[in-house]
């Protein structure tokens, strides 16, 4: 079955450097790798995938990832690092019909 | 306007008690999706619908049923409620079963069972 794995349950880092939530993969096939952000008592948003193409997604609110094929990750990054980025992460492979989540890392993003 | 809605927000009830969570989406989407959220924050996948089929039954406890009246709705059902169900359910829905189909998420409902 495909999986994802998130090394980190937490992340800290300063406001305005850059930030890196790491997410490896376990895949058969091609791997379709998705994040997602939670904020608290909020339900999980969509952040980017991948599905094929650049190595380098781009998605919402500044963030990016890069997809590396040899070290089967899909780390999650932003060049500049915001307060209001503070929340839970969710590295996702979809599988034949449904979404498989890691288990999550706390981003906090202080002042 | 809210895509996936689900009622109530919260949900406090007794151990044995039988409860329902309903869940619809606006988006038109064809499979919707229930998610269980632990208390360390980890996601596990419940149920699925696709046009009113049940396409994924995960190892849940019988007592948990989903009802689908139509496309846009996917209710859960939760019968001889126990401590151990407390968490936060997640509907969720997406535009079809293809991989690169994202979820759309509700905001949750946290059930909590004394």
């Known amino acids: 079955a495909q999986s994802v794995a998130q090394p980190e349950d937490q992340v800290n880092v300063a406001e305005g450097n850059p930030l890196t939530v790491k997410c490896t993969y376990s895949v058969s096939g091609n791997p379709y790798l998705f994040w997602y952000v939670q904020y608290p008592n909020r339900g999980l948003q969509f952040l980017l995938k991948?599905?094929?193409?650049?190595?380098l997604v781009k998605g919402s609110y500044g963030f990016e990832a890069e997809f590396n094929k040899s070290q089967t990750s899909f780390h999650l990054k932003k060049p500049s690092a915001l307060v209001s980025d503070s929340a839970l992460y969710f590295c996702?492979?979809?599988?034949?019909?449904?979404?498989?989540f890691g288990a999550g890392t706390r981003l906090t993003v202080k002042p | 306007d809210t895509a996936v809605s689900q009622t109530p927000k919260y949900l406090v009830t007794q151990m044995g008690n039988d409860k329902s969570i309903k869940c619809e989406q606006n988006?038109?989407?064809?499979?919707m999706y229930w998610y269980k959220q632990d208390s360390k924050k980890f996601l596990k996948i419940m149920f699925s619908y696709n046009n009113k089929e049940l396409i994924i039954n995960e190892t849940v406890p019988n007592r948990f049923s989903p009802k689908s009246p139509d496309k846009a709705h996917l209710n859960l059902h939760i019968n001889s409620l126990e401590l151990g169900d407390s968490a936060v359910y997640f509907c969720?829905?997406?535009?079809?079963?293809?991989?690169?189909?994202?979820?759309?998420f509700g905001n949750g409902t946290r059930l909590t069972v004394t």
């Open positions: 988006l038109g989407h064809d499979t």
């Open positions: 996702a492979v979809r599988d034949i019909g449904d979404m498989r």
């Open positions: 991948y599905i094929t193409g650049d190595n």
């Open positions: 969720a829905s997406s535009r079809s079963t293809d991989y690169n189909s994202p979820l759309h």
